[in-house]
């Protein structure tokens, strides 16, 4: 099939020339006397993102970095002074010749004195949506140049799947674009089981953009048909209004033991595929000697469930009967892992499957992520886009993603992962660029005190956020609507053209540019840059891209053409794709990539690494929290979760953010018979408090939490009052109150999920909240 330039898109005039993209989206861009007054949702978007109107806010807001800044403390002794904290100190502005030489001065020491492995990139996050400014793969390529750095592995999304399914099923990432679609559930299911839901918030991003929104669409056109679907989240949000959803709440971190009760159920009453488990699946008879209460003396029963998770046993027992007599889908939501033992949900999930047997049925089985972005079960991309090369990194060292404190504070110490026992690098210099582990990290007064450690920390921002107020170094950057790229997501099926449409703000640069500076500073520009300046690498990217979709016999126009016209359409590789078909067909033919070669409901292999908190099959285990000492005096499950408003923390100061907050503050959904007796009315303030940290937060009463839970978005940018002892945050960050311990010992992923807290009325005078405001400044000596 070849697809000609013509038939990929419609040229909207009106538009032309005027598209930016994002992780949430296309948009079109209106430019008035050289400023970004507002950005629309492109007019083929079926469900466009309220989060453009984010974006001139935050890009013209106080808060912008303007100018190189220098932390006083570095400045005026050097790196390493452990005098003002960062994030207390104030900053000196310099020019960029001056900055550019501190950079390079200091890189150069570190590598001389402590090597490259004294050097971590942390350019964990979503950065921009560009091809070509994308700063992890910016500054892992300049980083490799000189030697290369300590780099992080995972994700904070998903990091449990990652580690845990290649050794029960297979590679994880291949899972998510193998996901069956939504439209074959629409033609072939009857019931859809939500662990976790599919929060409709979610659904507005996905990693590298989305051209179109259509999970909203699909999901209603599954509920025309007549799927029913069944909600088991604490939140009755995660799951849109009209899909008419069966709720059922139950206590946050039960997952695995209502699919235990299911799984119960399903054997005991001889409802399980025996034919199934025998030809597709391992280990079930030693799963079998858990699920009976043969191995620990506690049958895994639908009363069991119930009084774990507060759902009714007959309830459970009703599911597991009508999801063993029609087609089921079982969805669990990726933020379901993200607790402690989040591993065993998902392990739990491919168990129950299995026992189902309608894997790699049209329209049955399971799906890990459904509506952790825009596209999983709606699209893919036909082929590959092309990419700025990173080269190859010297340093063979990493970190599993969530354990930033950890090693800044335990340098040398061993610690397990997936099977191996690793040490914790000696990190001096830290770069970030591309994130704010301020937002998406746990614990963030350990993380303050991590952060402490190093002797130098850079941080590439556009914006005055809590990971700069902890830099040393702070560079202003060109923001993605100030730069020419070209947009393109990892699962999606659009290209969208990105001229640059203002002037950088202030003395803000593209990476690429700053990078070539201090590539010229320390003799290795020829090798960073290949002699190509910006202009140059976009168009080698386009061509490249170009190659790739000649391969898939579609045609492209030439990057004059594309970069001054309308997003263009690829059309879906695979619209009717069921996950895991080849492998139901024939087992021998299509073997998995597991030890066994079959589904491993027991893992020989996990069980050998001799894991007190991950065995080798499923297994149910009590949060965190609740067994600490104490743990009755914070009553409230605290549950935290992407923002309708904004991505994580992405421009948390733009307008559309802003309006949902209360009095400032973040909101916190609280129900009725909470609110009652500590006398809280829609619209107060509250303080949040735990033992590790406290923040305030904006209240809205409603009765779609589960009674005994709280749910406050996460991504408001930390704002903490270091005149409180607690350094209580002013503004609603969830991740003051969190834990940082991880999921387990086997994939050391991160568990915010997992946590209590109490909660009171504020009726002190309201602090203000100072994040959003430039830091203060200090003048040169």
């Not at 200091?106 to 996050?125: C, M, P, Q, T, W």
């Not at 604490?234 to 009760?261: F, I, K, N, S």
């Not at 969530?402 to 335990?410: F, R």
Request: proline fraction near 6%; include cysteine; hydrophobic fraction near 35%.
């Amino acid at each position: 099939m070849h697809v000609p330039y013509s038939d990929t898109v419609t040229v909207m005039k009106k538009i032309a020339g005027r598209l930016t993209a994002s992780h949430w989206g296309v948009g079109v861009v209106n430019v008035e006397k050289g400023r970004i007054i507002s950005v629309d949702s492109h007019p083929q978007d079926p469900k466009g993102s309220a989060i453009n109107g984010n974006i001139a806010g935050s890009l013209h807001g106080r808060a912008r970095v303007l100018r190189p800044a220098v932390r006083q403390g570095w400045l005026e002794n050097g790196p390493g002074h452990r005098g003002v904290e960062r994030g207390k100190d104030r900053f000196i502005e310099v020019d960029w010749d001056q900055a550019l030489d501190l950079v390079a001065n200091e890189l150069k020491r570190v590598r001389v004195d402590h090597g490259n492995e004294a050097i971590f990139a942390g350019s964990y996050g979503w950065s921009s949506a560009g091809r070509f400014h994308h700063a992890q793969s910016q500054l892992k390529r300049f980083l490799n140049t000189q030697g290369g750095f300590v780099r992080s592995e995972g994700n904070y999304s998903y990091n449990a799947a990652l580690v845990l399914m290649p050794h029960i099923v297979g590679h994880y990432r291949q899972h998510v674009v193998q996901a069956t679609r939504w439209s074959v559930v629409a033609r072939h299911t009857k019931l859809v089981v939500l662990f976790g839901g599919v929060a409709e918030r979610n659904t507005q991003v996905s990693d590298g953009g989305v051209s179109r929104h259509k999970t909203a669409d699909n999901l209603n056109a599954c509920a025309k048909a007549g799927v029913r679907f069944v909600n088991i989240s604490p939140l009755r949000g995660d799951c849109m209004e009209t899909l008419e959803a069966q709720w059922l709440p139950p206590r946050p971190g039960t997952d695995t033991a209502v699919m235990l009760g299911l799984a119960h159920t399903l054997y005991t009453e001889d409802l399980y595929d025996r034919a199934f488990i025998k030809s597709h699946t391992v280990g079930f008879d030693k799963f079998l000697r858990y699920l009976s209460g043969q191995e620990d003396g506690v049958a895994k029963t639908a009363e069991w469930a119930a009084q774990i998770s507060g759902l009714e046993a007959d309830t459970i027992r009703e599911l597991a009967r009508e999801m063993a007599s029609k087609r089921t889908m079982l969805s669990t939501a990726a933020g379901v892992q993200r607790t402690d033992y989040g591993e065993q949900v998902l392990w739990m999930t491919v168990t129950l499957a299995s026992m189902l047997g309608q894997i790699g049925l049209p329209g049955g089985g399971y799906t890990i992520g459904y509506g952790v972005n825009a596209n999983i079960g709606n699209t893919e991309r036909l082929f590959r886009w092309a990419t700025l090369p990173q080269g190859k990194n010297p340093v063979e060292n990493f970190i599993p993603v969530a354990m930033i404190s950890e090693m800044l504070l335990k340098p040398g110490t061993q610690y397990p992962y997936n099977g191996q026992q690793r040490t914790f690098p000696d990190i001096k210099m830290v770069w970030w660029a591309g994130g704010n582990p301020f937002h998406h990290h746990q614990d963030l007064n350990r993380l303050h005190q991590a952060f402490q450690r190093p002797d130098t920390i850079i941080v590439n921002e556009f914006n005055w956020a809590s990971t700069a107020r902890h830099a040393d170094i702070v560079l202003p950057v060109a923001a993605p609507q100030e730069r020419c790229d070209f947009g393109a997501g990892k699962s999606d099926d659009g290209l969208v053209p990105m001229p640059a449409h203002v002037q950088p703000a202030g003395q803000a640069r593209t990476e690429y540019d700053i990078y070539c500076d201090l590539s010229e500073r320390l003799g290795s520009l020829a090798e960073f840059s290949e002699g190509r300046d910006g202009d140059q690498w976009l168009r080698v990217l386009w061509e490249q891209t170009q190659q790739a979709a000649e391969q898939a016999q579609v045609e492209l126009p030439d990057w004059d053409t594309f970069i001054a016209g309308d997003m263009l359409q690829i059309p879906d590789p695979s619209p009717d794709q069921v996950f895991l078909a080849d492998y139901r067909a024939d087992p021998d033919a299509h073997p998995l990539p597991t030890p066994s070669g079959k589904i491993e409901l027991y893992s020989e292999a996990i069980a050998g690494f001799g894991l007190d908190d991950c065995p080798g099959h499923a297994t149910w285990f009590e949060v965190r929290d609740q067994q600490r000492p104490g743990h009755e005096r914070y009553p409230l499950f605290m549950l935290s979760g992407q923002p309708k408003t904004r991505l994580h923390s992405q421009l948390d100061n733009g307008d559309y953010s802003k309006q949902y907050k209360i009095k400032d503050r973040e909101p916190v959904l609280v129900h009725p018979q909470d609110a009652a007796p500590r006398n809280l009315q829609d619209g107060d303030v509250v303080e949040l408090y735990n033992e590790r940290g406290r923040c305030l937060a904006g209240v809205r009463i409603t009765d779609d939490i589960r009674q005994g839970c709280i749910f406050l978005w996460t991504g408001a940018w930390h704002d903490p009052d270091y005149s409180t002892a607690s350094h209580r945050d002013r503004h609603g960050n969830p991740n003051v109150l969190t834990h940082d311990e991880r999921t387990s010992s086997l994939a050391q992923g991160p568990a915010a999920h997992s946590t209590q807290v109490q909660m009171q009325r504020f009726d002190d005078p309201l602090p203000t909240v100072t994040v959003h405001e430039a830091p203060e400044f200090a003048s040169l000596p």
